[in-house]
Each structure stands twice: as C-alpha cells, then as structure tokens.
C-alpha cells in the first residue's frame, strides 16, 4: 500500500525560511509525479509545486516562484518543499501527492494517493 508522510510543518515569521519533506513508500515511485499542494482557511485547495521524479523536471506556481524549491532525495525516497521568504498568505496546511503520470499536471483530480498534511503558519 503506498503511502505519503509529510513533516517539517511549523510557526515561522514573515520572511523565514522552512523545509518540508514528504516520504514516500509501499511502492516504487521512479515514474511518478510528486506535487506538493496546499490549502488555506476558507481557500480552495491550490498547486504548489511539482516534480516528475525521472528526469527531474519542476513546475512552480507563480506565487512560490524564486521563494520554493522542490528537491527529491533518490536515496531516501523524500520529495522535499523548501520553502523561504515567507510571506503570511503562505499560511496554510501543505499537502504531498502522488500519480502515475507522464507529465506534471495541475489537475488536481489526477493524483490518486495522498499524504495527510502539515500545517504551516507564518506570522510574527
């Protein structure tokens, strides 16, 4: 059974920096695509980030551009938000995903396993 555990959620001023990880198992995950998401109060669930894990190959989202980066870790099976000069509409639970795909997409509905969130919150 595949499986998606995120961590590194937290409290962090306005302009701080913070890294989340998302491990992966129960399955091999070498031809997937693995965005990061999140959710704010009251908002709709939005893309974040994502990675195709072969090749490598990244989206960002125009709001998390030159702030975000999506690295992955081949080794430990970890694909990682790092995440900085954060801003307090960053504020929200962040959630990893996993799909069978051959490209990203920001189709919500294409991801099929789900990690359970972390919440992060920025403020002062």
């Known amino acids: 059974q595949a499986q998606l555990v995120e961590s590194g959620g937290g409290l962090v001023q306005p302009g701080g920096s913070l890294r989340l990880s998302c491990a992966a198992s129960?399955?091999?995950?070498?031809?997937?695509?693995m965005p990061w998401l999140r959710q704010a109060p009251g908002k709709e669930r939005e893309f974040v980030a994502g990675?195709?894990?072969?090749?490598?190959?990244?989206y960002y989202a125009d709001s998390v551009k030159d702030r975000f980066t999506i690295p992955r870790d081949n080794a430990k099976n970890t694909v990682d938000l790092q995440m900085s000069s954060l801003k307090s509409e960053d504020t929200a639970v962040y959630y990893c995903?996993?799909?069978?795909?051959?490209?990203?997409?920001?189709?919500?509905?294409?991801?099929?396993?789900w990690g359970q969130g972390t919440q992060v919150t920025v403020s002062s």
């Open positions: 129960g399955r091999t995950f070498s031809s997937y695509i």
């Open positions: 995903a996993a799909a069978l795909f051959p490209a990203i997409t920001t189709n919500q509905a294409r991801y099929n396993y």
């Open positions: 990675i195709r894990w072969s090749g490598g190959s990244t």
